[in-house]
Structure formats: structure tokens, C-alpha cells
């Protein structure tokens, strides 16, 4: 029965990554990352105890940073930069479900030459990582607005901390803690880089 | 030659640079000095890079070299500047996350009961018992997403956009230390595979191919191009190339300390001597010189005498580095490493074409308006040309003593 939960919530994590990607409203897609971001506390109880500190430590990193910060900064830029609500992607559905379908064997390939997993976890759900970790790189590829580009980093960040949380059953806490920092830093740069362009749209340089 | 030194090498180059950015910045009117603790920390944490043996606390802190980076480009204050720093910013973060995901691999194949932490001194010896396709794909998914950030081919784009279109110093800064935190990121993962016995591919032969593309594919554009800033760009990341090069042939650590501590002078050094050039010359492309508003001679000298020290000059620290590709060739029977300096030679004989026709411009002084920036510019040059000058003579010194102790 426990294992169907955690099924299930990795399918959730998957699924808030491809309507993100197939999304066209800024904010519905900044509201989705804040979704799957919520939903990564669930599997630090897979692997770690309920009773184990570190498990607990992780579970406010992603609070602080990805639940809150992150959404948090995303959406004030928005109202920042009074940004359209609508945006449109560089391909069409086709060729998105044709790239999903590219990178859904290659999981299965993956995941099929996996030797050692935690007890707890399953084969399905390691493909359902792989397959997040993709969609965020094909957000990449398949969008052109910076923020929608953003979002996509951090579903592959997303990705990347549950593979983390899964293969290598955490990492020490203060390195953790840098990783979450990073993946938030990426974004305000991003913010920086966006604002400080519309302020000098026409600037000149004399070297 | 070890990491101390490297990192002393470091410390002045990079006092030189911000040195020259505080009291001679001229690429926009931003106020520099609000921005020197930022300058200042990304400094501390390519250090922090440079001295980190956790595999991932030390992707942590090229990741977050990436942040910085992206922001000083923007210091330009252009348009373009902004899409060459969400180039760099996208480019490289999506290459350290692969570069993540490698090193997750690699600690995931090799687990084992034993507690363990994310260090060469601890993985090597689990390798040779742990010989599976994730730990395979794991060193090649770390070794491809760093190039990413050493600015290889395929991920080779931002590089020219990025050192052509921020300021000079902030060109010397990412191109002279960066390359040395991926290149000592790099290392150990060339090492795991040194004990991985059943390839289906070898990292090694893929980035040595990375490495080789990017140099030709360098020395193809250089060749075309008209633009001083992107020619240096261009010579930066032929040099790019050459260090995942020399990487490959296995060089020791006293070698390995040497190279890098070159890309840091010669970098620095090449963009210091190209800001004072364009500057003087009032036009960044070739063509576009004014013949009648003529150079200071001093100008185009130093920045002539900079690329030698990139390629030729026998007292310069590159020069010496090919000397030990040649050794490291020969000892291990790869005899076409002689293949890097004749292109180093082809890349040095095309940029002469391009700049000595500068020398027969009329002689002058530097022009009113830029005097006294570019003579403290000169000035602060002085002590780099010194660096290189004195990094050079000690790897002579190293050569003929034996320092290099495999050579």
C-alpha cells in the first residue's frame, strides 16, 4: 500500500511537469512548479526515516527554497515587469509528444541497466524521474519566453534532487543547502539579467 | 609547482584585473566600485572551486561561478550584452546540471555498505570492483556536462558572444580562472576511468576529440573574423581546447599546476593588452581603423608581444606547455600531439597577418581623452607581462632541473 502512495506521487511530479511544459499562462505554469516542488517532500520520507534529522532538514530546504522562494521571486518579476500573461511555444504539440516519446525509451533503457535501488523505491518511479528531468530540458528546447526557459530549470532541478534523493539517498546537508541556494541564485540572475536589459535597451560602450 | 603556487599566480593576476577595473573602467558608465565585493566573491569562490576535493561541493561552486558571471557581463550596459549573458547563464547551467547528474552516477554505481564520501581518494578504489554501465555513463555525462562550461564543442557558443561582449576585465576574468576550476573538476573523473576497464566508450578518446574540434573550429573562425575583442575571444577558446587536450595525455600534478597557472597569466594578460589596443585604436574591427587618427606604437607592441606569449615567444608559459605535450606525446608513443603546436603555429602566423599591418599606422602618442586611462592601464599591464615573464623562466627552470619529474 505504501509503495502505490509513493507511485502515485511520483506520477503527480511527472504529470505537474508536463502540463507546465504544454502550458501557456505564466502564472498557471509558475503555480505548477510550486505543485511538483511541494510534492518532492513526499519522497524524502521513502528513502529517509520520519524520525531521521536529515530527512526533516531537507523537507524545510524544499520548503524555504522551492516551495516559496523560487515561485515567490518568479512571480513578483512578473508583476515587476508587468509580463503578458500568455505565451506561445517554439513547436507544436506534435513534435513535443514526438521528443517525449524520444526520451521515454531512453528512460526505459536507463532505468533497465539500473543495478541497486532502495528497497523502497521502485523501477516505475525511477522512470518517472528520468522522464522529469527531460521535460525540464525539453522546456528548453520547446519554449521561447525567458521565464517559461526558467521554469524549465527548475523542473530539471527538481528532476535532478529527487535522482539525487533516490540513487545517492541524499547528499550532506551542507551541500544541499548550496545546491538549493544555486538553483535559486540561477533564477534572480536570470531576474537581474531581464531588468537590468529593459533599463539600458539602448545603451552604448566606448571600449 | 602545486596548487599554492597556482593560486598565488591567481591572486596577483587577479589583483591586476580588478585593479584595472576599479580605476580604468571604460566600457560603460556603471559604477564599478559598488560592484567590487561582487567581483571580489565570485573570485573567492572559483578559489573555493579551485581547493574543493567533494566532487559535488565543488560542482556547487562552479555552479555558482555561472551566477556571477552571468551578472558582470551584463556590465556592459548593451543590449547585447544581456543576450550574450542569458547565453552564458542558460548554456552553462544546463552543462553543470548534466555534469550533476554524472557525478550522481558515478557515487550511485559505486555504492556500496561502506559509508563513503564524494572524493577521488575514496571512489578510485571502488571502481575496479563496481564496472557497470551507470558508473560508465555517470564519468561521461560529468566530463560532457563540464565542457559545457570550459566552453567545448558542441556547447562552444557562448564562448566568443560572452568574452567579446563583456568588458575586457570581466573577459580576463572568466576566460583566465574559470577554465582552471572545470579543467581541475575535470581531473579526477579522467582518473576514475583510468581504472574502468570495460568501456563501451572511452571518455578519454571524447574529450580529447571535444578538445581538438574546438581548437580547429577556432582556428577556421580566427580566420575570418575582423573583430579584435572576438579575435581574443577566439584565441581564448583555442586555448580552451588545447587544456582538455593536454588533460588527456595524463600529465602529472606538478604539469597540470603549470598549464593552468599559464591559462591564468596569459588570459589576463592577452585581454589586458587587447582592452589598451582597442581602446587606442577607437574601432574594434580591422577594417573599420581610422589610418589617420594613427596608434601608439606601445599598444599594438605589448598586445603583439601578449598573443606571442600565447603560442611562441620560448620564455612564454605556453611555449613550455607544448614543449611537455611533445614529452607526453613521445613518452606514451602518441606521436601526432606534434600536431598541437604546428596549429598553435597556424593560429599565431594568421593573427600576425591580421595585426602587424597596425604596425605601419603613424606613431603617436595615446590621445588626450584616453591618456591617462590607458597609460595606468599600461602601467598595471606591467606587472602581468612581468608575471608571465617570470611563470615562463620557472618552467624553463622546471624543465631542465627535472621538476616536471615524468618528463
Not at chain 2, 136 to 159: C, I, M, Q, R
Not at chain 2, 187 to 208: K, N
Request: aromatic fraction near 14%.
Amino acid at each position: 500500500m505504501n509503495v502505490d502512495f509513493y507511485d502515485l506521487v511520483y506520477l503527480l511530479l511527472l504529470l505537474t511537469g508536463i502540463l507546465a511544459l504544454i502550458e501557456n499562462r505564466i502564472r498557471r505554469v509558475v503555480d505548477l512548479i510550486a505543485i511538483q516542488s511541494f510534492l518532492l517532500i513526499f519522497p524524502c520520507f521513502q528513502v529517509h526515516s520520519i524520525t531521521d534529522y536529515h530527512s526533516w532538514a531537507v523537507v524545510f530546504l524544499i520548503l524555504l527554497f522551492k516551495v516559496f522562494l523560487t515561485p515567490l521571486t518568479m512571480i513578483w518579476t512578473i508583476k515587476n515587469q508587468r509580463m503578458s500573461e500568455n505565451t506561445s511555444p517554439r513547436f507544436g504539440f506534435l513534435t513535443t509528444m514526438f521528443l517525449f516519446l524520444i526520451g521515454f525509451s531512453f528512460a526505459l533503457l536507463i532505468v533497465d541497466n539500473l543495478r541497486k535501488l532502495p528497497e523502497a523505491v521502485d523501477k516505475i518511479e525511477v522512470i518517472y524521474v528520468f522522464l522529469m528531468i527531460y521535460v525540464g530540458v525539453m522546456g528548453f528546447i520547446l519554449r521561447k519566453h525567458w521565464l517559461m526557459l526558467m521554469a524549465g530549470f527548475v523542473m530539471f532541478e527538481n528532476g535532478i534532487f529527487l535522482l539525487t534523493l533516490i540513487l545517492q539517498e541524499g547528499l550532506p546537508i551542507g551541500i544541499e543547502i548550496g545546491a538549493f541556494m544555486d538553483s535559486l541564485l540561477v533564477i534572480v540572475s536570470a531576474i537581474a539579467l531581464q531588468i537590468r536589459g529593459v533599463q539600458f535597451k539602448h545603451g552604448v560602450s566606448e571600449e | 609547482m602545486n596548487l599554492t603556487i597556482v593560486s598565488f599566480v591567481g591572486l596577483i593576476s587577479f589583483l591586476s584585473v580588478l585593479a584595472i577595473m576599479v580605476f580604468t573602467f571604460s566600457k560603460s558608465d556603471e559604477n564599478i566600485v559598488k560592484w567590487t565585493p561582487f567581483i571580489i566573491l565570485l573570485f573567492i569562490t572559483i578559489l573555493a572551486s579551485w581547493w574543493a576535493t567533494d566532487l559535488s561541493l565543488q560542482w556547487v561552486l562552479i555552479e555558482a561561478t555561472t551566477l556571477f558571471g552571468a551578472i558582470l557581463i551584463s556590465l556592459s550596459k548593451t543590449e547585447r550584452s544581456i543576450e550574450v549573458g542569458w547565453k552564458f547563464l542558460l548554456l552553462n547551467s544546463f552543462g553543470l546540471g548534466i555534469a550533476f547528474l554524472g557525478i550522481i552516477f558515478v557515487s550511485s554505481g559505486t555504492k556500496d555498505d561502506s559509508p563513503t564520501t564524494l572524493d577521488l581518494i575514496n571512489l578510485m578504489p571502488k571502481i575496479s570492483s563496481h564496472q557497470n554501465l551507470m558508473v560508465e555513463t555517470g564519468l561521461w555525462l560529468a566530463v560532457f556536462g563540464y565542457t559545457a562550461k570550459l566552453g567545448l564543442f558542441p556547447n562552444h557558443f557562448w564562448v566568443s558572444d560572452t568574452y567579446a561582449e563583456s568588458p575586457s576585465q570581466v573577459s580576463s576574468l572568466l576566460s583566465a580562472f574559470l577554465p582552471v576550476s572545470v579543467i581541475l573538476a575535470i581531473h579526477p573523473f579522467l582518473l576514475l576511468e583510468t581504472q574502468y576497464l570495460s568501456q563501451h566508450f572511452s571518455t578519454l578518446l571524447a574529450l580529447m576529440a571535444l578538445g581538438l574540434i574546438t581548437m580547429v573550429y577556432s582556428l577556421f573562425t580566427v580566420y575570418h573574423t575582423d573583430d579584435i575583442r572576438r579575435i581574443t575571444a577566439l584565441t581564448a577558446l583555442f586555448h580552451s581546447g588545447g587544456l582538455a587536450f593536454f588533460l588527456c595525455l595524463y600529465p602529472n600534478d606538478s604539469m597540470l599546476y603549470y598549464i593552468l597557472a599559464s591559462n591564468i597569466t596569459v588570459k589576463s594578460l592577452l585581454f589586458s593588452t587587447m582592452g589598451i589596443l582597442r581602446m587606442d585604436l577607437g574601432s574594434r574591427n580591422l577594417s573599420g581603423v581610422n589610418k589617420d587618427r594613427g596608434l601608439n606604437k606601445i599598444s599594438i607592441y605589448i598586445y603583439i608581444f601578449a598573443l606571442g606569449m600565447a603560442f611562441v615567444v620560448p620564455f612564454s608559459p605556453f611555449f613550455i606547455s607544448d614543449l611537455l605535450i611533445l614529452k607526453l606525446g613521445m613518452e606514451t608513443s602518441k606521436y601526432w600531439t606534434f600536431l598541437i603546436p604546428i596549429l598553435n603555429l597556424i593560429f599565431f602566423v594568421i593573427l600576425l597577418n591580421k595585426f602587424l599591418p597596425l604596425l605601419e599606422l603613424e606613431k603617436r602618442d595615446f590621445l588626450e581623452e584616453s591618456k591617462k586611462v590607458l597609460y595606468t592601464r599600461f602601467k598595471i599591464t606591467l606587472v602581468m607581462i612581468l608575471l608571465t615573464t617570470i611563470l615562463g623562466f620557472y618552467g624553463i627552470f622546471l624543465l631542465l632541473t627535472g621538476g616536471f619529474s615524468n618528463v
